[in-house]
């Protein structure tokens, strides 16, 4: 009697993909999918550890030839340092082009206004949506996970949006089998997303297998913050703190990065890639949950500025 194994993962065959190999290929198959399918895609890029990988499968699924995509960061004005030193240096190291929407810009023209708290991440949807139309891109490129949050979990690989950017779930179609469709009316684009199934922990556990480099924020250091909401946030010149909010030196890493003004850092003592997906496997908090001030506003935060056109 012959026994045929039901599940391909479960064979011993030097040829099955692991967990992370299965990742990989969905992404790149994405990549490629866009590039056959639509004319001007461009990949956000803000120096973060999402877009970073999404950067690195970008270039696997074109390599030798240079990728095909242009590269876009929406600037607060308010970034860690740290992140804009190593997105310069990427694009300079891979001889990208970046394009940049400045929220400053738009302020000092009065299109946009400061927020009484400071932060700056909610002003980023309106010189997003302007330079996809501006640009014309037909296909944006993210690096939102279904993990990260709930309306992101109702969000598709490939996202219509209308001719103004926004979201509407009832307009998204089904992908089955892993068919992606790319229609859309003139003025409309597709946000796509590469990472949609892969969780905070497959990241990192990629960033290792591969070598990727970070910026140093993401692994422990001491810094000077101050706690609100229950997060410890950078002490500096937007956002705080307050006169009732004492700035300690304390050991942090960040999870997540954004707005100085609203991104927390979590207490940590995880120094090597090793120790970081240690602490994260342990973790009963997203990485939104714990460490981003712009996702409480409400408890729709994330939807209702998606549904505006945010990322």
């Given at each position: 009697?012959?026994?045929?194994?039901?599940?391909?993962?479960?064979?011993?065959?030097?040829?099955?993909?692991?967990?992370?190999?299965?990742?990989?290929?969905?992404?790149?198959?994405?990549?490629?999918?866009?590039?056959?399918?639509?004319?001007?895609?461009?990949?956000?890029?803000?120096?973060?550890?999402?877009?970073?990988?999404?950067?690195?499968?970008?270039?696997?699924?074109?390599?030798?030839?240079?990728?095909?995509?242009?590269?876009?960061?929406?600037?607060?004005?308010?970034?860690?340092?740290?992140?804009?030193?190593?997105?310069?240096?990427?694009?300079?190291?891979?001889?990208?082009?970046?394009?940049?929407?400045?929220?400053?810009?738009?302020?000092?023209?009065?299109?946009?206004?400061?927020?009484?708290?400071?932060?700056?991440?909610?002003?980023?949807?309106?010189?997003?949506?302007?330079?996809?139309?501006?640009?014309?891109?037909?296909?944006?490129?993210?690096?939102?996970?279904?993990?990260?949050?709930?309306?992101r979990a109702k969000e598709r690989?490939?996202?219509?949006?209308?001719?103004?950017?926004?979201?509407?779930?009832?307009?998204?179609?089904?992908?089955?089998?892993?068919?992606?469709?790319?229609?859309?009316?003139?003025?409309?684009?597709?946000?796509?997303?590469?990472?949609?199934?892969?969780?905070?922990?497959?990241?990192?556990?990629?960033?290792?297998?591969?070598?990727?480099?970070?910026?140093?924020?993401?692994?422990?250091?001491?810094?000077?913050v101050f706690q609100r909401s229950?997060?410890?946030?950078?002490?500096?010149?937007?956002?705080?703190?307050?006169?009732?909010?004492?700035?300690?030196?304390?050991?942090?890493?960040?999870?997540?990065?954004?707005?100085?003004?609203?991104?927390?850092?979590?207490?940590?003592?995880?120094?090597?890639?090793?120790?970081?997906?240690?602490?994260?496997?342990?973790?009963?908090?997203?990485?939104?949950?714990?460490?981003?001030?712009?996702?409480?506003?409400?408890?729709?935060?994330?939807?209702?500025?998606?549904?505006?056109?945010?990322?």
């Amino acid at each position: 009697m012959t026994t045929v194994a039901s599940v391909a993962g479960e064979t011993d065959s030097p040829y099955a993909l692991s967990h992370l190999d299965a990742l990989e290929s969905e992404a790149v198959h994405i990549f490629r999918e866009v590039a056959g399918e639509f004319e001007r895609p461009v990949i956000l890029f803000s120096g973060g550890k999402d877009s970073i990988v999404m950067l690195h499968l970008a270039l696997k699924a074109f390599r030798p030839a240079a990728i095909p995509f242009s590269l876009l960061h929406v600037d607060t004005g308010h970034n860690f340092p740290e992140v804009i030193e190593y997105r310069d240096r990427v694009v300079a190291e891979h001889g990208l082009r970046l394009h940049v929407a400045s929220v400053q810009d738009y302020i000092d023209r009065g299109v946009l206004k400061e927020r009484p708290d400071g932060t700056r991440n909610p002003l980023q949807t309106v010189p997003l949506t302007e330079k996809i139309a501006s640009e014309k891109f037909d296909a944006v490129f993210g690096g939102g996970r279904r993990d990260e949050e709930k309306a992101r979990a109702k969000e598709r690989v490939f996202s219509l949006r209308d001719e103004f950017s926004q979201w509407d779930p009832r307009r998204q179609r089904p992908e089955l089998w892993n068919l992606y469709n790319g229609r859309h009316a003139p003025g409309e684009h597709v946000r796509v997303f590469p990472l949609s199934n892969w969780t905070e922990l497959d990241v990192w556990q990629y960033i290792a297998r591969e070598g990727i480099a970070l910026p140093e924020i993401y692994f422990a250091h001491e810094r000077e913050v101050f706690q609100r909401s229950g997060m410890w946030l950078t002490a500096g010149e937007w956002g705080g703190p307050k006169e009732n909010e004492p700035v300690v030196t304390r050991l942090v890493r960040y999870r997540t990065v954004g707005d100085m003004s609203c991104t927390g850092a979590v207490d940590s003592d995880a120094v090597t890639l090793e120790q970081v997906i240690t602490e994260i496997a342990a973790s009963r908090l997203t990485e939104r949950g714990a460490t981003r001030a712009d996702d409480k506003l409400s408890e729709a935060a994330m939807e209702d500025r998606k549904r505006e056109g945010y990322f």
